[in-house]
Structure formats: structure tokens, C-alpha cells
């Protein structure tokens, strides 16, 4: 095959940073610019070497993942165009990512799901709003889960810290916000119903535990009141507290112990949804993106 250079494709975005990144790798890896009969003789030990590579320099496996569609992409178009075919892709496998990570909220979009103005209406007594209000600011606040924070009972709820009994029986201290804090005094002072010292606080209309689908259909109504995606959910709220902190600079181990994961792997997958987060705003808004 000629010597000839890689046809160029047009590259926006975060798939055009890939794959310029593996053009810049090849050419180390190989010692100079990639020709069109190197790229045809790339083995699957070339792709890993580059992934290898990425992964030192911090990539994460959401990152990994993603780079390697953008590799695929790039081979099936030089492919549709005749230019060469590689079929060492076909051997590799993405790196498996965590599942069940919700995409977090906005810190604008999460601070108007939780204030009780938007929860507030005519029909709804001003009790059960106070109660929406702490349950979902607890969530997005104290970073607990729909049920630890519906198990909370008034005795543990006025401490502060708290103490949360978890996933497998752990517990896990967790400070309390001033806005966590005004918004449980509120809706204990409004309460309508004598609530036991030691059983779970948050009580629906009838004056029994409150539901977790109550929760999960009020934060549905709110999607369509405040135009928020198919992904704001209750437990985007936890993901969103945890996103949110390490965007303000706090370290994993902190926002392991406040999420109560028992391994710190668990945890890393925000720095990974963080990183991809900024990646893709760079891309965005940068002028030489």
C-alpha cells in the first residue's frame, strides 16, 4: 500500500479530541506521522498500548470507553471510503462501565427542585410542602439515599451530625447544612401528626410512612414544571451533591465517607463524570476547540 497520509475527517467535539490524540500516540508509538498502511497494521496490542496510555494519564473508564467509539468511527469511516480496513477493532472490548449513575443535575437546577417556592400550590398543605422540602433537600444537601432519608427519625434529625444507618447495615456521619437544618425544623414544626421519637419522621397525608413512589412522582411533576430531563430523578439529587462537590474541590476519600461507598472505585466514577462533563463544555465554548 502507498505511503500515503490518513485522509483527514471532520472533527468536532470531543470525538475529534480523541481521535487527535491517537494520531499524536501513533506517531510516538510508531516513530513518526501515521501512514494509511500503518493504520491498516495496527494489531489489537497497538489499540491497548494506547488505551494503556490513556489510563495512565488519568483517563477514566467512562473516558476510555468513549475514545475507543471514536477510534471504531473513524476506521469504519476510512473503511466506507475504500481507504484501508483494519479488523484488529473488532477483537477489543470497552471497558466496563458502572451502571446506574444517574447524569447529575445542574447546581441551578438542583437548588430549584429542592426549594419549597417551587414545591408550593394551592391545593397542598403547607405541611406537605415543608416535607418535600426536607426530604429532597436531604437528598441533594446530606447526599443520602430516598431511603435513608425516609427512614430518618425526630430523634436522629435533630442531631447534628447526622448519624445514617446504610447500604449493609454500615453507618456513616453526615453534617448538616444550615438549609438541611431549617428545612427538617420546618417540617416538624408543621407536622400535623404525633410523630414517635425513634420511627421514621416523614409521614404521607394519612399520617402513615412516607412512600418512596410518592417521591419519585413528585419529583416527575417537577421535571415537567421546571422543563428538567427524563434523568432528574431522586437519586440524581444524591449523584448531583456528590458531582457538585467534586467540582468544588473536595477530595474522593471525603465524599466516600459521605456517601457511605465501601470501596473508593465505587466513588471514582464522579471524577469521571466530571471529566467528561468539562471536557465537553470546553469543547463547547472554547474558540480553538
Known sequence: MPRRKPPRRSRHGLHGR????????LTDHL??????????????????????RRRNHGSGSRTLARQLSAIRSYFRFLERRNTLSNAALSVLRA????????KPLSALSARDLVKADTLSGEEIPAWVTARDAAVLTLLYGCGLRISEALNLTPQAARLDPLTILGKGGKTRIVPVLPAARQAIDAYLKLCPFALDAKAPMFRGVKGGPLNARNIQLLIARLRGALGLADTATPHALRHSFATHLLASGADLRTIQELLGH?????TQVYTEINTDHL???YSKAHPRA
Open 95 to 102: 471497558p466496563k462501565i458502572p451502571h446506574g449513575v444517574p
Open 279 to 281: 471536557l465537553e463544555q
Open 18 to 25: 480523541d481521535i487527535s490524540q491517537f494520531m499524536a500516540f
Open 262 to 266: 465501601a470501596s473508593l472505585s465505587t
Open 31 to 52: 516513530g513518526g506521522a501515521p501512514t494509511l498502511s500503518d493504520l491498516a497494521g495496527l494489531t489489537p496490542s497497538d489499540f491497548r498500548a494506547f488505551m494503556a
